[in-house]
C-alpha cells in the first residue's frame, strides 16, 4: 500500500532563507507527483508536477527534484520570503481500478519569518 | 475566469440530516474528484468520476453519495450515515492524460 510521508511536519526560517522540503513514498510504481500550496482554510494550489519520466521542475524560485528509485522528491525553495508561508503538501498518482488517484501526506508547515 | 467553484463556503447541519455539497467545473475537465481532510491528516480520497453517469469509490466512501449527470457538475451529498462527517472537503478536477489536479476553494462542514 503506497503510503506519502512529509518531514518536517512544521518549519519556521528566517526571511531570506533557501529552504528544502522532503517527500518520501514508499511504492515507486507512480504516474507522478505534485506538489500543492495550501493557505489556511483555502483550497490547494498546484506548484509543480513532475511525471514519471522527469527528474526535475522549475517555477520561479522552486525547484522541484524526483527520484522515483529512493522514493524520494524534494521541493526547494530559493530566498524565501513572508508570502511563501503555507502548507506545503505532496501527492503521487498512482494506478487504482484502472485509472489513477493521487495520494497525499500530511504536508509541511512552513512559517518565514520576516 | 476558469475554475472550480464549491458552495457554499461554511455550512452548518444537525446530527442525522443529509446534506449535499456543490462542485462545478467550467474547465472541461473529464474527471472529477472529492477529498475530505481533517486537522493533521493528508487528504483521503472519496469518490471519483471519469466521465458522467459513472462513479468510483475512493478509500473512504462508506456515508458518503454522488452523482455525475453533467460533465461540469459533481454533487456529494454526506448521509446521517457518516460517523464523523464535521471536516474541510475539497473538489478537484483533471482531463483524462492530463493528471494536474485543479482544486476548488472547499467547503468547511461542521455538524452538531
Known amino acids: 500500500k503506497q503510503e506519502v510521508t512529509q518531514i518536517p511536519a512544521a518549519l519556521s526560517v528566517p526571511e531570506g532563507e533557501n529552504l528544502v522540503l522532503n517527500c518520501s513514498f514508499t511504492?515507486?510504481?507512480?504516474?507522478?507527483l505534485q506538489w500543492f500550496r495550501q493557505d489556511p482554510g483555502k483550497g490547494l494550489t498546484s506548484l509543480l508536477l513532475?511525471?514519471?519520466?522527469?527528474r526535475e521542475q522549475t517555477s520561479g524560485r522552486l525547484n522541484a527534484s524526483l527520484d522515483k528509485s529512493s522514493g524520494r522528491s524534494t521541493l526547494y525553495i530559493a530566498a524565501s520570503q513572508p508570502g511563501d508561508s503555507a502548507t506545503y503538501l505532496c501527492?503521487?498518482?498512482?494506478?487504482?481500478?484502472?485509472?489513477?488517484?493521487?495520494?497525499f501526506g500530511t504536508g509541511t508547515r512552513l512559517k518565514v519569518l520576516a | 475566469d476558469g475554475g472550480i467553484t464549491q458552495s457554499p463556503k461554511y455550512l452548518f447541519r444537525k446530527e442525522g440530516q443529509n446534506v449535499t455539497l456543490s462542485c462545478e467545473q467550467n474547465?472541461?475537465?473529464?474527471?472529477m474528484y472529492w477529498y475530505r481532510q481533517d486537522p493533521g491528516q493528508g487528504l483521503r480520497l472519496i469518490y471519483y468520476?471519469?466521465?458522467?453517469?459513472?462513479?468510483q469509490k475512493g478509500d473512504i466512501a462508506e456515508g458518503y453519495s454522488v452523482s455525475r449527470e453533467k460533465k461540469e457538475s459533481f454533487p456529494l451529498t454526506v448521509t446521517s450515515a457518516q460517523k464523523n462527517p464535521t471536516a474541510f472537503y475539497l473538489c478537484?478536477?483533471?482531463?483524462?492524460?492530463?493528471?494536474?489536479?485543479?482544486f476548488g476553494p472547499g467547503t468547511r462542514l461542521t455538524v452538531t
Open positions: 478537484a478536477s483533471t482531463t483524462l492524460g492530463e493528471t494536474e489536479q485543479y
Open positions: 511504492d515507486s510504481a507512480i504516474y507522478n
Open positions: 513532475i511525471q514519471s519520466s522527469q
Open positions: 501527492a503521487v498518482g498512482v494506478p487504482h481500478s484502472g485509472t489513477y488517484k493521487y495520494i
Open positions: 474547465l472541461n475537465h473529464d474527471a
Open positions: 468520476s471519469q466521465i458522467v453517469n459513472d462513479f
